[in-house]
């Protein structure tokens, strides 16, 4: 099975990217990569632009976004990824519960837990508390947080596993 990127951001990741759709689905073509999703922070303002550049390019456009999580200790992210119509349906109620509140984005783990069909969730991104209590070994809490994630996803939570 070929390596799919399933954690890209573009330049609509104010602060956190430069990549331009145009030319990642080009390096995409260039590289031989038959796949690959974009994961913005709380939005999908290029998720429609980088399906038709994709689909022009006969790349399979994964459409998803890294959303944050309110919690009461700290904020969280997760990475999720449409699977279907209804889980991109899903991705926008949730990008608009996030940017209601323009100076903290961001939605409760009720919210998420509202929005789930079709949709699968990436956990354990350096971005994540589960990242974080992983490196300070606090297996208690990892279990905790896990516990909580597989509560709301289901069968379609998987842990992300990356090397900084």
């Given at each position: 099975m070929p390596?799919?990127?399933?954690?890209v951001h573009t330049g609509f990741s104010f602060h956190q990217s430069t990549i331009?759709?145009?030319?990642?689905?080009?390096?995409?073509?260039?590289?031989?990569?038959?796949?690959?999703?974009?994961?913005?922070?709380n939005t999908l303002a290029g998720a429609i632009r980088f399906y038709r550049a994709?689909?022009?390019?006969s790349v399979i456009p994964i459409l998803g976004c890294e959303l944050t999580i309110h919690r009461e200790e700290?904020?969280?992210?997760?990475?999720?990824?449409?699977?279907?119509?209804?889980?991109?349906?899903?991705?926008?109620?949730?990008?608009?519960?996030?940017?209601q509140d323009r100076e903290h984005m961001g939605v409760s783990m009720e919210q998420l837990g509202q929005h789930?069909?079709?949709?699968?969730?990436?956990?354990?991104?350096?971005?994540?508390?589960l990242y974080h209590m992983l490196g300070q070994r606090q297996e208690?809490?990892?279990e905790t947080l896990l516990q909580g994630m597989r509560a709301v996803f289901g069968e379609n939570l998987y842990l992300d596993v990356q090397n900084p």
């Open positions: 390596f799919v990127h399933l954690h331009r759709i145009d030319r990642l689905v080009a390096q995409c073509v260039d590289l031989g990569v038959r796949r690959c999703a974009v994961t913005d922070t994709a689909r022009a390019a700290t904020d969280d992210a997760v990475i999720l990824l449409a699977r279907d119509l209804a889980g991109y349906s899903n991705l926008c109620r949730l990008v608009t519960c996030a940017q789930t069909g079709g949709v699968i969730a990436l956990y354990g991104a350096p971005g994540s508390v208690r809490q990892d």
